[in-house]
């Protein structure tokens, strides 16, 4: 089985600032949930491997077991500890109290910027250059905190969530549009999001992507299904949890009784919490990918999908009508994403361009480059 670890496809940087960088997350993997906030995970690979000393702040709400079924993404959260190593990197994660949908948002953020002495004293007298914040409601608090305490400029990263949901919650918002304002540098995973943030603020916002990267012996091309036409069984990748309601699991059942309807034999193949390199094999064995997210930055999987040589299917959300085929986007429709299915297994990737040419802006070498420049204007 070859190995998915990022690390494996990632280069040294020559001649690289060697920063402190202190990265603070609301997501990160914990030891019973590897899975949970990878794209996070990714980009302290990505700036270990530039040379950069970095440690990472998790912080994690107060819950019982029970807790976790609200939210896939809080699996493994309830039990995990104060601190740890993860693949040689220093994992911090202090408490801070919420309540779920966030009725009190003043509270959490008091208590998360409360835990700034507790980070203080387990750093010891190390101390970053530069402060990275992954998602601003509610951790952007403790990063502005933290930044204010040691003079130091933070950057705050916007990959969805903040700008989606948090912008339309009372409350939040006020949160969300303060920590947007006044952290040093504003980062969008996407342009969607970078115009977003221009829209309500003067404050201009750096566009860059979260790094796609695959080891490759994963690497396909995308060609069209050798199956005979409706006489084999085909199978759909739902590339999420079908109990995250902003997935919308039942448009992806609808598109395949739509498909069984035109004869078709159809298996839907969901993802959990699988591992990188059960994700990639299920994308490998899969013959189409299909999103139906009302909701997403990206979506990483599409762009991973697509470079396992599996076609992607989707509704137009976040940046896949950037990248995919104008046959392969389609509305909230299950016939039309049936379309598209059909078309993607018919003709496979038919573009001028290759796959790896069309999802260049999201590379290592270009995601790494922007950051350097970033960071090197940061602390110089």
């Known amino acids: 089985m070859p190995t998915t670890s990022l690390k494996s496809t990632l280069r040294l940087a020559d001649g690289g600032l060697d920063i402190q960088i202190l990265v603070v997350s609301l997501l990160y993997p914990v030891p019973l949930n590897p899975t949970r906030g990878v ?5 302290v690979d990505l700036l270990k491997t530039q040379g950069h000393d970095v440690k990472v702040v998790n912080p994690l709400p107060r819950m019982p077991r029970y807790a976790e079924a609200r939210r896939s993404t809080l699996m493994g959260v309830a039990k995990a500890p104060r601190r740890w190593t993860h693949n040689g990197t220093s994992i911090l994660a202090p408490r801070f109290f919420a309540l779920p949908d966030h009725p009190y948002p003043r509270l959490t953020a008091s208590s998360v910027t409360r835990r700034a002495r507790w980070v203080e004293k387990h750093l010891g007298s190390w101390r970053p250059d530069v402060i990275v914040c992954h998602t601003l409601w509610p951790v952007a608090n403790l990063a502005k905190e933290l930044a204010q305490r040691w003079k130091r400029p933070w950057v705050g990263v916007v990959h969805g969530y903040d700008f989606d949901v948090g912008l339309d919650l009372d409350g939040v918002s006020e949160q969300v549009r303060s920590a947007a304002t006044s952290c040093d540098v504003l980062v969008c995973a996407s342009q969607r999001l970078s115009d977003v943030a221009q829209g309500w603020s003067n404050k201009s916002a750096e566009t860059i992507p979260c790094v796609t990267e695959i080891d490759r012996d994963w690497r396909r091309p995308v060609r069209p299904m050798k199956k005979p036409w409706k006489k084999e069984p085909i199978d759909v990748l739902f590339p999420a949890d079908p109990r995250r309601p902003e997935k919308r699991h039942l448009l992806a059942l609808q598109t395949g009784e739509v498909l069984e309807e035109r004869g078709w034999m159809v298996g839907i193949t969901t993802l959990r919490h699988q591992p990188r390199d059960i994700v990639y094999d299920r994308m490998l064995t899969a013959d189409v990918t299909l999103i139906t997210s009302r909701r997403e930055a990206g979506p990483l999987v599409a762009r991973e ?13 976040g940046e896949v009508d950037r990248y995919l085929p104008k046959e392969w986007v389609h509305g909230d429709d299950p016939e039309a994403l049936a379309d598209g299915i059909e078309d993607a297994l018919r003709n496979g990737w038919q573009g001028e361009e290759t796959v790896d040419e069309r999802l260049a802006f999201a590379s290592f070498d270009t995601v790494s480059q922007a950051w350097t420049e970033l960071l090197s204007s940061l602390v110089s």
């Open 305 to 317: 999908s697509l470079l396992c040589g599996t076609p992607v299917v989707s509704v137009n959300v």
């Open 39 to 43: 794209f996070v995970e990714d980009h």
